[in-house]
């Protein structure tokens, strides 16, 4: 079974500084991955994904992430950080046991709080 | 945004009584999800459907079951309603593997 670890609860960066958010997973195959962000009070918005192809993702919002096999992790950066980024990120994994069998399981969250 | 309703928006029930939960969606797609969110825990998965009568559990499905008869709806029962069960519910819904979800806007149940 698969499973994520986002080893952050919490992280604060101060406006224009740079970012980092950590997500380990845990799948025998190649995992389908994401990253999802929640507003406070707001659903959540899907900010990049991988499968395969070029391990450097770029996605919405100036974020971007990097796949690494061998640590078995998909972190999340940004290089200058908004007070608009202060949200919940998710990371998550899909995978597929096969006949169309397929879930997608989230860490537990890292929140993200941004000084002016 | 795509069509996804949640119903009811609010519920406060007692310990013991059964609960179920309604998730419409408009946009035909395969793959339905039920997720409970709690602080420090993040969203948790508590049952998926990937087609109409295929359903398989998640990692907190225990005291939960769901039923999915068409393809636009998916329903999730808490067969005995107890206070670990009061969370904030989602429904999400995507078309198919790799793609995104679309969530609904929840529900807000406490069981009393």
């Known amino acids: 079974a698969q499973s994520v670890t986002q080893p952050d609860i919490h992280i604060t960066v101060s406006e224009g500084a740079s970012l980092e958010l950590r997500c380990n997973y845990s799948y025998g195959a190649t995992p389908y991955l994401f990253w999802y962000v929640q507003s406070p009070g707001q659903g959540l918005q899907l900010l990049l994904k991988y499968f395969s192809g070029d391990t450097l993702v770029q996605g919405i919002k100036g974020f971007e992430a990097e796949f690494k096999r061998s640590q078995s992790s998909f972190n999340l950066r940004k290089p200058s950080v908004h007070w608009s980024d202060a949200a919940e990120y998710f990371c998550?994994?899909?995978?597929?046991?096969?006949?169309?069998?397929?879930?997608?399981?989230f860490g537990k969250g890292t929140l993200l709080t941004v000084n002016p | 945004d795509a069509g996804i309703t949640q119903s009811p928006r609010h519920k406060v029930t007692e310990t013991g009584t059964p609960v179920t939960l309604r998730c419409h969606q408009t946009e035909n797609h395969r793959y339905m999800y039920w997720y409970r969110q709690d602080p420090g825990h993040g969203l948790r998965l508590i049952h998926y459907?990937?087609?109409?009568?295929?359903?398989d559990k998640g990692e907190v499905s225990d005291g939960y079951s769901v039923s999915r008869s068409k393809t636009e709806d998916f329903l999730l029962t808490l067969e005995s309603a107890t206070s670990s069960q009061t969370s904030v519910y989602f429904c999400a819904i995507s078309g198919g593997v790799f793609e995104k979800l679309f969530f609904g806007s929840g529900t807000q149940l406490s069981v009393l």
């Open positions: 998550a994994v899909g995978a597929d046991s096969g006949g169309s069998n397929y879930k997608l399981t």
């Open positions: 459907s990937y087609g109409v009568k295929d359903t």
